[in-house]
């Protein structure tokens, strides 16, 4: 039995589906009640309390844990306690930087000691950006055909979720991958305006990319987020802390086939931005 963390969110998600797939057992842990997801048994748990998962860990053997909860080690301890053999954890590239002084590095590295110290053969994974970051985009090339947005000079070599879950779902299911800390891309280093460009070519639009002023980017973020959050944003693509534009051929050596493409993506979510 695999209990899934985030069960609903853009990891967890397909790592349920594939889950399903593989015809594994799979226990999908939300925070509230909701409906039923194909293929599995829907729990209800919250990690940052604990005590609260204990009954959807009965019986598992695989968890994969989501990263910044209050009590990481409680969490851990939770799972030891219930006889889970095998964890597999996401985390992020900036993790690896140690600076504790970033909000987001923070708890990634937070995350990550507690896994190593919580008693559990582990498997890291610190995946680049998200290709469904692009879904941010969806409510402005509804209304026009220009995305604006920051960081408009980062490359990223951005990454399908489905991906991540491909190699979650390998780590959890398969020998050779304890104690191991995956980086993982996908196949393209991308400007936003290369990722707008390819959505254009899908929906069969001319789109086009307009970069935020740093000012403005601040000023927006800054309203819908902790500015703790934002400065660390800012340091990692402005200050360039972050280099995520590097191509690794992480997936293809765990799960055998190559990543997918942004194009892939964007055809299989074309429907979100029309």
Excluded: K
């Excluded at 985030?6 to 790592?15: D, F, H, K």
Aim: hydrophobic share 45%; aromatic share 6%.
């Amino acid at each position: 039995m695999i209990l899934v963390s985030g069960a609903t969110g853009n990891v967890g998600r397909e790592l349920v589906r594939v889950l399903v797939e593989r015809q594994q057992p799979v226990r999908a842990l939300a925070r509230r009640e909701g409906g039923p997801i194909e293929g599995t048994q829907r729990v209800v748990g919250d990690l940052d309390h604990p005590d609260s998962i204990r009954p959807a860990l009965e019986g598992v053997t695989g968890l994969f844990l989501l990263p910044g909860y209050q009590d990481m080690p409680g969490v851990l301890a939770a799972a030891r306690d219930a006889g889970v053999s095998r964890v597999v954890q996401l985390s992020g590239g900036s993790a690896g930087s140690g600076d504790t002084g970033n909000a987001v590095s923070a708890y990634m590295i937070r995350t990550e000691d507690a896994v190593r110290d919580g008693g559990l053969p582990w498997t890291i994974l610190r995946p680049f950006g998200f290709m469904t970051n692009a879904l941010e985009w969806a409510p402005q090339l509804r209304a026009g055909d220009v995305v604006r947005a920051p960081f408009g000079g980062v490359r990223i070599a951005v990454i399908d979720p489905a991906d991540i879950a491909a190699v979650a779902a390998t780590a959890l299911l398969e020998d050779g991958h304890d104690g191991r800390v995956y980086a993982l891309s996908g196949p393209e280093s991308l400007l936003p305006a290369d990722r707008v460009r390819v959505l254009g070519e899908v929906l069969g639009r001319d789109l086009r990319f307009e970069a935020q002023p740093d000012d403005e980017a601040w000023a927006e973020m800054t309203a819908r987020m902790p500015e703790a959050y934002v400065r660390a944003f800012f340091d990692f693509y402005v200050d360039g802390s972050l280099d995520e534009s590097m191509v690794l051929p992480t997936v293809q050596e765990v799960t055998g086939r190559p990543p997918r493409t942004f194009a892939d993506w964007a055809r299989a979510h074309a429907d979100a931005f029309r």
